[in-house]
C-alpha cells in the first residue's frame, strides 16, 4: 500500500510537470493573440504574437486582405511587451480603407543559407477609422473651446528637406530623394487663460517649453543659423485675442520691468515663438466641403515692433478643404487642408504653402498640425544662377517666416521655418546662395554648395520647410 501510493504521487508529479510543459509551448506557439477575430479597430492596429515564437534570426511577413505590407524583424526589447512582439500597423498612414481587413503574419525561420516559412497565422477584424462617424444636420462646426485656466503643451519638430533632379530625369518620372537634416525639437505651450462673450472669443497664451527634464531650449534663429541655448527663464509668452474660428483680434508680446527703480530694460536673449492655432470655417462643413480660408502664412513681419504692434499675424487667403472626419489619436476628428498657391517668383522659382491639422470634434482642441513650405527653382547653371535664386529668395510676399522672434540683436525665437532676431539681419545666401526659405531667409551658403555639380543643363532644387506641432500633454 506504501509503494502503491508513492508511485501515485510520482504519477501525478509527472502529469503537472507535463502540463505546465504544455502552458509554455502554447505560450511560444506563433499565433496572433491580438486583436482578437471579429473585433473593431483603429488607427494603429497592435498585432501581438508571443516572443518566444520567433526564432533567432527568424522575421516575420504581413499581409492585409491578400497584399504584402513588409517583412520586418523585432527589434531588441523596444517591441517586445509583457512577452508579446507588438507589430504596429498603421493603417492610417498605409492608406488602407475601412471594412474587414484579414490580417495574416507569416513566420519565416532560417534553413540552410535562406529561410522558408514556418508557420502563419491571421486574424479579421472590421476597421473603422471614419465609417462610424456621421455629420449632423448642417455640417460640422468647428470651433476652438476656449475653457479658462486650460493648458496644452505641444511637440515641435522643424526639419528642412531638399532635393534636386535633372529636368531630363523629372520628365522620364524620375523622383528626387529628399535629404533632411536633423529636427530641431521644442515644446509650446497654448494656453486659453480667459473667455469673452460666451466663449466666441478668448485670450490665448502661446510660449516656447523645454522639453522635459530640460531647463533650456536650443534652437538656431533667422539672423544666426547655429543652434544656441536658451534658459526657461528667458522663454517669454505671447498673447492674443483670438475668434474662436481661431483669427486675430489683438496680439502683443507683454514688457517686462524691472524691481526697485530699474528703468526695465528688455533681456538681449528672450526668445518668443509665434505658433499660431490654424483658423478655422465658419460655416458648417461635410467632407469634401471647400471654402475661401485663412491660413496664417506669416508672422509679425518687424520685429523691431514685437513690443507695441496690435497684430502678431497677417493670415493670407488660402483653399479650405474638409479632407475626412475620422479618429486621430482616439478622438473624433476633422482633417482639415488647406493651402496657398504663391505664384511665380522673378527667378522663376515657384512657392506653395499648405498645412494639414486635427480638431477635435467633442473637445474643441487642436490635437495636430503640419505646415509645409515649399520653394522649387529650375537652375540652368548652378554655379553662376545660384546667387541669383538666393537673392530672390524672399519673393513669397515678402513676409517674415511664421514662428518666433527673438528679442534683442540675434536672439531668435522658435520655428514657423526659423526663429527671427530682434534687428538682426537676415541670413545671406552665401556662397552659391540658392534657394531660400520661405519669407525671405536664405538657406546659406552650403545649399548652394550642394546644388553645385556640372554647370550645364536644367536642374530643378526643392527645398521643402515642415513644421509638426502634436499634442503632448494636457496641464
Keep these: 500500500m506504501i509503494l502503491e501510493k508513492i508511485g501515485m504521487n510520482r504519477l501525478i508529479t509527472v502529469l503537472v510537470a507535463a502540463s505546465l510543459t504544455a502552458g509554455i509551448f502554447a505560450q511560444g506557439a506563433f499565433t496572433i493573440r491580438r486583436p482578437a477575430n471579429g473585433s473593431t479597430v483603429r488607427e494603429v492596429v497592435k498585432v501581438r ?33 509583457d512577452g508579446m512582439w507588438v507589430y504596429q500597423l498603421d ?119 523645454t522639453l522635459n527634464g530640460k531647463d533650456h531650449v536650443t534652437v538656431s534663429t533667422v539672423a544666426d543659423p547655429i543652434p544656441r541655448r536658451f534658459e526657461k527663464d528667458t522663454l517669454h509668452p505671447i498673447y492674443m485675442r483670438l475668434t474662436n474660428t481661431g483669427r486675430e483680434i489683438f496680439g502683443r508680446a507683454p514688457f517686462y520691468t524691472g524691481f526697485e527703480g530699474n528703468s526695465g530694460k528688455q533681456s ?72 496657398i498657391q504663391l505664384g511665380t517668383a522673378k527667378d522663376g522659382a515657384t512657392s506653395e504653402q499648405e498645412e494639414f491639422f ?46 518666433a522672434q527673438g528679442a534683442g540683436g540675434g536672439s531668435g525665437a522658435a520655428t514657423g521655418a526659423k526663429f527671427q532676431g530682434k534687428g538682426g539681419p537676415s541670413r545671406p545666401g552665401g556662397d552659391g546662395g540658392g534657394p531660400r526659405r520661405p519669407g525671405g ?6 545649399a548652394g554648395g550642394r546644388s553645385g555639380g556640372s554647370s550645364s543643363g536644367v536642374k530643378i532644387v526643392r527645398e521643402r520647410v515642415q513644421i509638426t506641432m502634436t499634442l503632448d500633454a494636457s496641464l
Design 358 to 403: 486635427w480638431i477635435s470634434l467633442d473637445r474643441g482642441v487642436l490635437l495636430k498640425l503640419e505646415r509645409n513650405y515649399v520653394r522649387t527653382v529650375r537652375i540652368k547653371d548652378v554655379q553662376n544662377s545660384g546667387a541669383t535664386a538666393g537673392a530672390d529668395g524672399g519673393t513669397p510676399g515678402g513676409k517674415a517666416r511664421p514662428g
Design 91 to 209: 493603417t492610417k498612414a498605409r492608406g488602407i480603407p475601412d471594412g474587414n481587413l484579414k490580417i495574416e503574419a507569416v513566420l519565416y525561420a532560417p534553413f540552410g543559407s535562406g529561410a522558408r516559412i514556418a508557420n502563419r497565422s491571421s486574424v479579421t477584424v472590421k476597421l473603422d477609422n471614419r465609417t462610424s462617424i456621421k455629420p449632423p444636420a448642417g455640417g460640422f462646426k468647428l470651433r476652438y473651446n476656449f475653457k479658462e485656466g486650460s493648458e496644452y503643451i505641444y511637440r515641435i519638430e522643424e526639419r528642412v528637406g531638399r532635393s534636386q533632379i535633372t529636368e531630363a530625369q523629372a520628365q522620364l518620372g524620375g523622383r528626387a530623394a529628399e535629404l533632411s537634416n536633423d529636427p530641431e525639437i521644442f515644446r509650446y505651450l497654448i494656453a486659453f487663460d480667459k473667455r469673452y462673450n460666451g466663449g466666441a472669443e478668448g485670450l490665448v497664451r502661446l510660449q516656447p517649453f
Design 49 to 81: 504574437i508571443p516572443s518566444t515564437s520567433i526564432p533567432q534570426g527568424g522575421y516575420v511577413g504581413f499581409t492585409v486582405n491578400g497584399k504584402f505590407i513588409e517583412a520586418t524583424v523585432p527589434v531588441g526589447d523596444t517591441d517586445i511587451q
Design 268 to 339: 538681449l536673449l528672450d526668445l518668443f515663438a509665434t505658433i499660431p492655432l490654424p483658423i478655422l470655417p465658419t460655416k458648417g462643413v461635410t467632407v469634401g466641403s471647400i471654402w475661401d480660408a485663412g491660413m496664417v502664412a506669416s508672422s509679425l513681419a518687424d520685429i523691431s515692433k514685437i513690443y507695441d504692434t496690435d497684430k502678431m499675424t497677417a493670415p493670407s487667403r488660402a483653399r479650405g478643404t474638409l479632407e475626412a472626419i475620422e479618429w486621430q489619436n482616439n478622438e473624433r476628428c476633422a482633417k482639415i487642408h488647406n493651402k
Design 441 to 446: 531667409t536664405g538657406l546659406g551658403g552650403n
